[in-house]
């Protein structure tokens, strides 16, 4: 050792660093199982979501319809409200809404349930000819399987109509009026709320959000509440429209029933590509069965399926995407797939509302990143 003279310091290696240990669940077979679980975890939320809701229907329902009217009416709303208090807009509004669509129901049900028996009776015999038309055929189905599926049908309508829970007794029948009084009151009830209050409400429920989060859901109400409207009004529209088509048709051919027929075909128009199908099928095999001034129900029926062929095409090049607009538009798939799950959950009531809902989700996809800027995920992909 030499004094007066520092010692170098040996040269200092850097640290080694092990690679990432490989364990097992970060080899592929690991991070398809993380996904499953991820998955799995998912689906459980959503069908613990859909059993609470199912569980509640007395007010899901309610509130569901509620903010269905209250998009619809958002722009007459609106205009009602910059020229008075909103208070009084509200309340001449909601009285205009109650009375208008209860006016068109209970005209509707008075109409069909006066005739329904004869309406039902009709198309039972109609049926019973296109099977006795079928069993003709050299690949005809045996009786007993027709006679299944006719059963299966009854079944299937009879549940959806009326829901599982009713039964034949006179205690099914007082819960079911207690239910349906309660759903409309509370629905009533939230509609004004909804009508008054509206933007303020989706701006407490915004308050936990902040920056970019913030902005993002504020694009997601707008969109929201702009596809609903337009959705509700649009089928409305092309609703009428298909009635009125259809039951000029049925009225100039001079069947049986054709108020209720008609008034049938503006209900069920409001469930896409199948309701409207439906109703004409009834017309069809009610036209079969009387045949109306022409006495021959064979050529009636066959000129009500080109009435009803003719109505859906108007309706599906022309009044669709003039009224409802390309930004509704959705694959016939996806509305098949939305009308089979909303009918699985929800009887009719899921077939009418499972589209709009679709139409909702698909908008705010559509405005996830920005007003004009879809999630990544959903973005177009340029092409080489």
Same mark, same amino acid.
């Given at each position: 050792?030499?004094?007066?003279?520092? *010692?170098?310091?040996?040269p200092v290696?850097?640290?080694?660093?092990?690679?990432?240990?490989?364990?097992? %669940?970060r080899?592929g077979f690991g991070?398809l199982?993380?996904r499953?679980?991820?998955?799995?975890?998912?689906?459980?939320? /959503?069908?613990g979501?859909?059993?609470?809701?199912?569980?509640?229907?007395?007010?899901?329902?309610?509130?569901? @319809?509620?903010i269905?009217?209250a +998009? /619809?009416?958002?722009p007459?709303?609106g205009?009602?409200r910059? !020229?008075m208090?909103?208070v009084?807009?509200?309340?001449?509004l909601?009285?205009?809404?109650?009375?208008?669509i209860?006016g068109i129901?209970?005209?509707?049900v008075r109409?069909?349930a006066?005739q %329904?028996?004869?309406l039902?009776?009709?198309?039972?015999?109609?049926?019973?000819?296109?099977?006795t038309w079928?069993?003709?055929?050299?690949? /005809?189905?045996?009786?007993?399987q027709?006679?299944?599926?006719w059963?299966?049908?009854?079944? =299937?309508?009879?549940?959806?109509q009326?829901g599982?829970?009713l039964g034949?007794g +006179?205690v099914a029948?007082v819960?079911?009026?207690a239910s349906?009084?309660?759903g409309?009151v509370?629905?009533?009830v939230?509609l004004? =709320?909804f009508?008054?209050?509206g933007?303020l409400?989706?701006?407490?429920?915004l308050r936990? =959000?902040?920056g970019? %989060?913030?902005?993002?859901?504020? !694009?997601?109400?707008t969109?929201?509440?702009d596809?609903?409207?337009?959705?509700?009004r649009?089928?409305?529209?092309v609703?009428?429209?298909?009635?009125?088509?259809?039951?000029i048709?049925?009225?100039?051919?001079?069947?049986?029933l054709a108020?209720?027929?008609?008034l049938l075909v503006f209900?069920?128009?409001?469930?896409?590509?199948v309701g409207a199908?439906?109703?004409?099928? @009834?017309?069809? &095999?009610?036209?079969?069965?009387?045949?109306? =001034?022409?006495?021959?129900?064979?050529l009636?029926?066959?000129?009500?399926?080109?009435?009803?062929?003719?109505v859906n095409?108007?309706?599906?090049?022309f009044?669709q995407?003039?009224?409802m607009? *390309?930004a @509704?538009k959705?694959?016939?798939?996806?509305i @098949?797939?939305?009308?089979?799950?909303?009918?699985? &959950?929800a009887?009719?009531?899921?077939?009418?509302? +499972?589209?709009?809902l /679709? +139409?909702?989700v698909?908008?705010?996809i559509?405005v996830w990143d920005g007003?004009s800027?879809?999630a990544? %995920?959903? !973005?177009?992909?340029d092409?080489a």
């Amino acid at each position: 050792m030499v004094f007066g003279r520092r *010692r170098s310091a040996p040269p200092v290696s850097a640290p080694v660093v092990a690679p990432p240990a490989r364990g097992a %669940w970060r080899d592929g077979f690991g991070i398809l199982a993380t996904r499953s679980i991820q998955i799995i975890a998912v689906v459980v939320l /959503a069908a613990g979501i859909i059993w609470g809701m199912r569980s509640v229907t007395v007010v899901v329902i309610p509130v569901i @319809l509620a903010i269905v009217f209250a +998009a /619809a009416f958002e722009p007459v709303m609106g205009w009602m409200r910059a !020229r008075m208090p909103s208070v009084l807009a509200t309340v001449i509004l909601l009285l205009a809404i109650v009375g208008v669509i209860g006016g068109i129901v209970w005209a509707m049900v008075r109409a069909v349930a006066a005739q %329904w028996e004869d309406l039902y009776a009709s198309a039972q015999e109609g049926v019973g000819q296109v099977i006795t038309w079928v069993n003709t055929l050299p690949y /005809a189905p045996d009786q007993e399987q027709i006679d299944e599926w006719w059963t299966a049908i009854q079944d =299937f309508a009879t549940s959806a109509q009326f829901g599982s829970s009713l039964g034949s007794g +006179a205690v099914a029948g007082v819960s079911a009026v207690a239910s349906f009084v309660t759903g409309l009151v509370l629905m009533v009830v939230v509609l004004f =709320f909804f009508l008054k209050d509206g933007p303020l409400i989706w701006d407490f429920l915004l308050r936990p =959000f902040q920056g970019e %989060w913030h902005e993002r859901m504020q !694009r997601v109400g707008t969109k929201s509440v702009d596809t609903l409207g337009a959705y509700v009004r649009g089928t409305a529209a092309v609703a009428a429209a298909d009635a009125i088509g259809i039951g000029i048709g049925l009225f100039i051919l001079q069947i049986p029933l054709a108020l209720p027929l008609t008034l049938l075909v503006f209900l069920l128009a409001f469930i896409p590509i199948v309701g409207a199908t439906l109703a004409g099928i @009834l017309a069809a &095999l009610v036209g079969l069965v009387d045949g109306g =001034f022409m006495d021959n129900g064979l050529l009636a029926a066959i000129i009500i399926v080109a009435i009803v062929v003719g109505v859906n095409q108007l309706e599906g090049n022309f009044l669709q995407p003039v009224l409802m607009g *390309r930004a @509704l538009k959705l694959h016939s798939l996806v509305i @098949l797939i939305a009308l089979t799950i909303g009918t699985v &959950l929800a009887g009719i009531l899921g077939a009418i509302l +499972a589209v709009p809902l /679709a +139409a909702v989700v698909w908008g705010i996809i559509q405005v996830w990143d920005g007003e004009s800027t879809p999630a990544r %995920w959903a !973005r177009k992909k340029d092409r080489a």
